[in-house]
């Protein structure tokens, strides 16, 4: 046996792991779903086949519209805030800061959370007398309040400008030992006027949150059980592709910011210009990774599920799910091969346009 057939034979003993796993959970898996998707499988009968007859039931089925419907706006509005979120975060991050390293660690926390746990949180924060009920009649009740301290020390701070500058004194709008002296006044002056009721504050009861039973849709498109999940998601994201982005900075010569700087680049112009245009390897990998997560989103529309209105929460991923999981009910698991092999072909699509039209892997467009 030569050098080459052993090294060969070395590589294949070590993929041969993940060459099964990769067979009974992929190929295998797939092959019967594609199987069943022909059939009226309910977990019990005999597979009898009936042809296209699932597909042709799914467009007529309001909830896989409904699921359809709110995958592709779900997918659409996560991508965009993830990307825009994970890069703006990045950037921050990449400065040269103290704490630095508290700072990473503190932002990527709430990516390696379970989504479950963070489910969780996030349905007690949308309770209708949640957290976020009382903060909102909280910041209702002592608006007058903030808006006086805020205009009191705004002013303040201007008479100090104004005077330190009189005197021909070196003086800055934001100089640190100026605004402190400007939110002390302003909090002692609030306080008297609050105290002989100029400034009032209010004691109203906090109203109760519909976010997760409303069946409205904010701006008309987006349902709010939905929203809320939005939110959810975007929050435990973006720190794992805040991290993708940190990598691509690092990789981006710290010389190439002062050549630019030296031509008189201002920071929006350097980010335009030179930090966007050589991170798109990296964007394309970013937003590529995004579509197929939220493309296939299940576990926090499965949390919510009782929580808030299917119709407001389902998802194609969940619609797979709900229709073999029925509660009861006779399981079809025909109609939910057929939409699982929507959802990966859409997923497959989807990923293949966006590679085509806005970023290569090799970071120039085609």
Request: aromatic letters at 14%; a neutral charge; charged letters at 10%.
């Amino acid at each position: 046996m030569n050098t080459k057939t052993r090294e060969n034979l070395t590589a294949f003993w070590f993929l041969l792991p993940f060459l099964v796993a990769l067979a009974v959970f992929f190929a295998f898996a797939f092959a019967r779903t594609v199987g069943f998707s022909f059939t009226n499988y309910n977990l019990f009968n005999k597979n009898d086949f009936v042809g296209l007859d699932n597909f042709v039931k799914l467009p007529q089925d309001p909830l896989f519209i409904n699921a359809l419907t709110n995958t592709f706006v779900f997918s659409f509005v996560v991508t965009i805030m993830q990307t825009i979120g994970a890069l703006l975060l990045a950037v921050v991050l990449n400065q040269k800061l103290a704490g630095l390293g508290f700072f990473r660690t503190a932002y990527y926390f709430p990516s390696i959370a379970s989504s479950a746990v963070t489910t969780l949180i996030f349905i007690w924060l949308f309770r209708p007398t949640g957290l976020l009920a009382y903060l909102g009649a909280t910041l209702g009740n002592y608006a007058g309040f903030i808006l006086a301290f805020l205009g009191i020390a705004i002013l303040v701070q201007v008479a100090q400008v104004l005077f330190e500058r009189s005197r021909n004194l070196p003086a800055t709008w934001y100089d640190p030992a100026l605004l402190l002296v400007s939110l002390i006044a302003a909090f002692i002056l609030t306080n008297v006027l609050a105290g002989v009721g100029i400034v009032q504050i209010g004691n109203a009861e906090a109203e109760p949150l519909v976010w997760l039973s409303s069946r409205d849709k904010w701006l008309g498109f987006i349902p709010y059980p939905l929203l809320a999940i939005i939110v959810m998601n975007t929050f435990t994201t973006i720190p794992t592709l805040m991290l993708t982005f940190l990598a691509g900075l690092q990789g981006i010569s710290h010389s190439v910011y002062e050549a630019a700087s030296i031509d008189g680049a201002n920071p929006i112009q350097q980010m335009l210009y030179i930090t966007i245009p050589m991170l798109r390897p990296v964007t394309f990998y970013v937003v590529t990774v995004s579509l197929i997560g939220t493309l296939q989103m299940f576990d926090q529309a499965a949390m919510l599920d009782g929580t808030a209105p299917l119709e407001g929460t389902i998802t194609l991923a969940y619609y797979v799910y709900n229709n073999v999981f029925r509660g009861g009910a006779e399981a079809q698991v025909g109609l939910a091969s057929a939409a699982a092999l929507i959802l990966a072909a859409l997923t497959l699509l989807v990923v293949q346009i966006q590679r085509k039209f806005f970023v290569s892997d090799e970071g120039a467009g085609r």
